[in-house]
């Protein structure tokens, strides 16, 4: 099998800066909906378990998506898979911005899941194709940053031009940015054709389905995925309900929590990932899933507190509950030996949005309000992330990291 391509390292950071805006897009296209909640819960007559249904949509479309990527995603080149995926989600976003009522909305946000899910996963899997283990967790934290950025930039910039213009707008305007995005990465993106080798391509779809699935180790990954995706969107998908209604924040005010998140995230998204290199994945994954549970048990009982004892919960929570991500992911796309790392981050991807979508829906069930409207039940949630948290403590020290990604 050839080595992937060696690249320079001013290429190689343009490589992943470009990944980095290809995720943000991916995810401000995936984030935008949740805090338009309450217009969309307003506007379309619809309760919180309808709600968290259409959010569940997209997760449950990208979780069947990217079980059939499984079948494919390592017989083609990674590029030109990328960029034919990428391409279906900003036509699928536009879809989404045109909507005229909830039920074609619903069918265009399930059209963007079908794209969505493959593409984090492939994204994923290009940064473990290029990037040697040593260095793997400090890609990651480039990538992941995209997080931050979303929250930073892409959301408050969402709920602006919704506020303007309608819910409709920040779609729209996620696929014209799209376009720009794909043309950076036709130009950025190496071709990669390392994982198709000659026993790779002959073999029958079901035996390398079988493959990856037969390996105890690979299924300690996809625990790890989806406790840490079920520990997070029980309650993500209610944030901005549970601030407006229980806490009294304004429409104006809920990008705040975005913003203010976002910028710290950004700074210690790189962090994490340089001291997951540093002092170890294992260890420092611990210590940021603990260290998560302090805001996901506080924010929940949050009562009669300023805008920003607000905030600082808020953006604790986002600072450790995505940071928990950088060093998980490092971990977990070592846990593949190479050649089969495209179907083993299709499916581990696929698990990831069953993970989201039910706790999505768990979370909304787990909800309900009370005769003044407000949010009863919110704090259950948490306690369903820290039963998901002491569970992955325990299973992350139990992944193994294959031969093939270990520094050499």
């Known amino acids: 099998m050839p080595d992937a391509p060696a690249l320079t390292p001013r290429r190689e950071r343009a490589m992943l800066l470009t990944l980095a805006a290809v995720q943000f897009v991916h995810i401000v296209d995936f984030m935008v909906m949740m805090p338009l909640g309450p217009q969309l819960t307003r506007l379309f007559g619809i309760s919180d378990a309808q709600f968290g249904l259409l959010i569940s949509a997209y997760t449950l479309a990208g979780g069947a998506s990217g079980l059939a990527a499984t079948t494919y995603i390592d017989r083609f080149e990674r590029r030109r898979l990328l960029l034919i995926l990428f391409a279906g989600l900003a036509v699928a976003t536009l879809a989404c911005g045109l909507a005229p009522t909830f039920t074609t909305l619903m069918a265009a946000r399930v059209a963007a899941g079908l794209f969505g899910g493959v593409l984090g996963a492939l994204v994923q899997t290009i940064v473990a194709d290029t990037i040697p283990f040593e260095r793997r967790g400090a890609a990651m934290g480039i990538v992941m940053s995209a997080f931050s950025m979303a929250t930073v930039a892409g959301v408050p910039a969402s709920l602006w031009l919704a506020s303007l213009y309608g819910w409709h707008a920040p779609f729209v305007a996620i696929a014209s940015v799209s376009v720009l995005v794909w043309a950076l990465a036709l130009r950025q993106v190496p071709t990669l054709t390392s994982h198709l080798g000659p026993k790779q391509t002959a073999e029958g779809t079901l035996h390398h389905l079988r493959a990856v699935l037969a390996e105890r180790n690979h299924w300690r990954a996809f625990g790890l995925s989806m406790l840490m995706m ?58 940021i899933a603990l260290l998560a549970l302090v805001p996901i048990l506080t924010l929940p009982r949050l009562a009669g507190v300023s805008l920003v004892g607000v905030l600082v919960v808020t953006t604790l929570f986002f600072v450790l509950v995505s940071g928990r991500m950088v060093p998980g992911m490092a971990l977990i796309t070592s846990a593949v030996e190479p050649r089969r790392r495209g179907a083993f981050m299709s499916l581990n991807n696929a698990l990831q949005s069953a993970a989201m979508g039910v706790a999505s829906l768990v979370g909304g069930l787990m909800i309900s309000r009370d005769a003044q409207g407000l949010v009863q039940g919110y704090e259950r949630t948490g306690w369903l992330a820290l039963g998901c948290t002491v569970a992955m403590v325990g299973l992350v020290g139990r992944l193994r990291v294959v031969s093939g990604n270990r520094p050499t």
């Open 230 to 287: 079920a520990s997070s969107f029980a309650m993500i998908p209610y944030i901005t309900i549970f601030t407006t209604t229980n806490l009294g924040l304004t429409a104006q005010q809920v990008p705040l929590i975005y913003l203010v998140g976002g910028v710290a995230t950004l700074f210690t998204a790189r962090l994490w990932g340089r001291l997951a290199d540093q002092w170890g994945k294992v260890p420092t994954f611990r210590l």
